[in-house]
């Protein structure tokens, strides 16, 4: 296990400073056992490499349709953390055709879901590692991060999902810049991170898959159009999005002129168009808690599509088309909820998997919050609700700050602990320190930090540092006992007995 805080690859740095600089060693290196070098998070510790550290990556998606494999070329730039012979690269679900580091063929093999590539010559610490990568990226894989819809497809990268569709450095602490190409027929719409960079481009044609002869009677070409989108903000892997399909892009501005833009089925423009009307207003009211939005665009992708989750990819969050269309009580605070997350979680990352509940707990917190504040649900019986099974939650599935090792597939480590659990302690701390204080930490919180990566030793001491006093000791007991602490102001509230089945949460986020 490798415990990591890194900032810019600050400490993968030192860490890769102090190991023995052999490429069989060195955790960027091919290892001699054959095991994948990851950075030894505790819930996904395969994933993720301290050799090197990402500065962007350029994706280019040829599509050919959502039951068949979309024809990409993988663009990493990075910078070396320590002399590497060899180096991983977190890749899975797809064929790889070529490899290039700095311009010459390199040497790859596949060992479960890593690509281990060996580059003509090796790269000293600090080198440049450009590295190219011609693959296949494959929705009909299972656990895949595309998600397939009737008319095209969508990302849903997050938990660990994101190296099913491209190679990269699958986890949240390797923040990097991104640009997406991606060529499609021209009676499509692809909508993807940020805004465009241009206008579609207009190209001879699209070929048709290799191995995939042109219907009998069609031409083997189509007319496409090249769509490039390059994000203003840093991006951790799993919040990366691009929805290709038949959509109509609904576009109004939020406050300060923030350009707002929602994707959703063609059919759909005029029945969701209430729903999404009401975006411009939760921007306001999520900037009045905790300041400017931090991104230059926001609005919801709606899928026609059964996921079992929304997902706050960055600058375009992912909605089931059912869940908008649920009542607006329901609907609206779930808007909220991925709203909030652009701040608490995409602006300001987790630095481990384990710190997800500073994600997923300040999103419940601000749905809890706007829920009680828009519909007259009551706060603190939203709190006491949660308050009541708390106890059986940390026995079932851990407490907040440190939940137990995720379940398979795509909702494997959202569960009730993250979620309620979370929002209890952030409840108990603006209790304990008051509401303007609260507010003041989360503020400071989301401006010093944005674009950065955070960890629960940060929170717990910007929170210190907010109140005057030493904090650590509450929110210890918060984030990491394995018993509900007393809560401040209700002392009469009863966490009820622990239970051993698992409280698992249908993931909103």
Request: charge should be negative; aromatic fraction near 8%.
């Amino acid at each position: 296990m490798i415990p990591i805080t890194p900032r810019s690859g600050a400490v993968l740095a030192a860490l890769a400073a102090t190991l023995t600089l052999t490429g069989a060693e060195l955790p960027g290196g091919p290892p001699s056992t054959g095991t994948p070098a990851g950075l030894g998070d505790r819930l996904y510790p395969d994933l993720g490499n301290p050799g090197y550290d990402v500065a962007s990556y350029d994706i280019a998606f040829d599509y050919h349709g959502q039951d068949r494999p979309l024809d990409a070329v993988t663009r990493i730039e990075a910078r070396a953390l320590a002399p590497l012979t060899g180096f991983h690269l977190d890749f899975a679900n797809g064929t790889v055709q070529s490899v290039q580091v700095n311009g010459r063929p390199a040497t790859y093999t596949r060992e479960r879901e890593e690509l281990v590539v060996t580059p003509a010559e090796p790269v000293p610490a600090g080198g440049t590692l450009r590295i190219t990568v011609t693959h296949t990226s494959d929705p009909r894989a299972a656990d895949s991060g595309w998600v397939r819809t009737a008319d095209g497809l969508a990302m849903a990268n997050q938990a660990d999902a994101a190296h099913r569709v491209f190679p990269c450095n699958d986890h949240p602490s390797d923040k990097a810049a991104f640009t997406f190409h991606v060529t499609a027929p021209g009676d499509l719409t692809v909508v993807a991170n940020g805004v465009p960079d241009a206008v579609p481009t207009a190209v001879p044609a699209v070929a048709a898959p290799a191995g995939k002869a042109a219907p009998a009677g069609k031409a083997a070409r189509v007319p496409a159009l090249t769509w490039t989108y390059r994000p203003a903000n840093p991006m951790a892997t799993e919040l990366a999005q691009v929805s290709i399909g038949r959509s109509a892009v609904l576009r109004r501005s939020g406050p300060h002129g923030l350009p707002l833009r929602d994707v959703v089925g063609a059919a759909d423009r005029d029945r969701l168009e209430a729903r999404l009307a009401m975006t411009p207003g939760q921007v306001r009211w999520m900037e009045g808690q905790v300041g400017r939005y931090p991104f230059e665009t926001y609005g919801i992708l709606s899928v026609d599509t059964t996921t079992g989750f929304e997902l706050e990819t960055q600058t375009l969050s992912l909605f089931e088309r059912r869940v908008l269309l649920a009542p607006e009580h329901l609907a609206a605070p779930l808007m909220v909820h991925e709203l909030a997350h652009q701040w608490f979680g995409d602006s300001v990352t987790p630095a481990t998997w384990s710190d997800v509940w500073l994600n997923e707990g300040h999103a419940t917190w601000y749905e809890w919050l706007y829920s009680a504040e828009k519909y007259g649900v009551n706060l603190d019986e939203q709190v006491r609700a949660a308050y009541a099974v708390d106890t059986q939650v940390r026995k079932a599935d851990g407490p907040p700050a440190a939940p137990l090792p995720p379940d398979q597939g795509k909702l494997g480590i959202f569960r009730s602990n993250v979620y309620g659990g979370g929002a209890l302690a952030l409840y108990a701390l603006r209790q304990e320190i008051g509401a303007p204080a609260f507010q003041r930490l989360e503020r400071a919180w989301v401006a010093g930090h944005r674009d950065g990566i955070v960890s629960t030793a940060d929170f717990t001491a910007l929170a210190s540092q907010v109140a005057g006093r030493d904090l650590g000791g509450f929110l210890q007991a918060w984030l990491y006992g394995a018993v509900t602490p007393p809560m401040p102001g209700h002392r009469d509230w009863v966490a009820g007995p622990a239970r051993t089945r698992a409280s698992v949460a249908v993931k909103p986020a």
